[in-house]
């Protein structure tokens, strides 16, 4: 049987969200760090590619890689 869900679990859930809140260093404002999965493209050696693909965290508002502590 599923979990049902309590209205302090869902308040929660949504404070954490709103804890990726960081200042970013080029703009030196407040922004947010979303997730996003970079997919790079390397040439091995006998001349095929190869994709390699990750998640990072970024900075909302200028798409570079967060360098922070986990969150």
Same mark, same amino acid.
Request: glycine residues 4%.
């Given at each position: &049987? $599923?979990?049902?869900?309590? @209205? $302090?679990?869902k308040? $929660?859930?949504? $404070?954490?969200k709103?804890? &990726?809140?960081?200042?970013? *260093?080029?703009?030196?404002?407040?922004?947010? !760090?979303?997730h996003?999965? !970079?997919? +790079?493209? #390397?040439?091995?050696?006998?001349?095929? #590619?190869k @994709?390699?693909?990750?998640?990072?965290? #970024?900075? +909302?508002?200028?798409y570079? *890689?967060?360098?922070? +502590? +986990?969150?």
């Open positions: &049987m $599923a979990k049902v869900q309590s @209205f $302090a679990d308040a $929660a859930k949504l $404070a954490k709103q804890e &990726m809140t960081v200042i970013c *260093p080029d703009t030196n404002k407040e922004t947010r !760090l979303i996003v999965r !970079l997919i +790079e493209s #390397v040439k091995t050696e006998k001349g095929s #590619v @994709f390699l693909d990750r998640n990072v965290k #970024v900075y +909302e508002s200028t570079k *890689p967060y360098k922070g +502590e +986990e969150i």
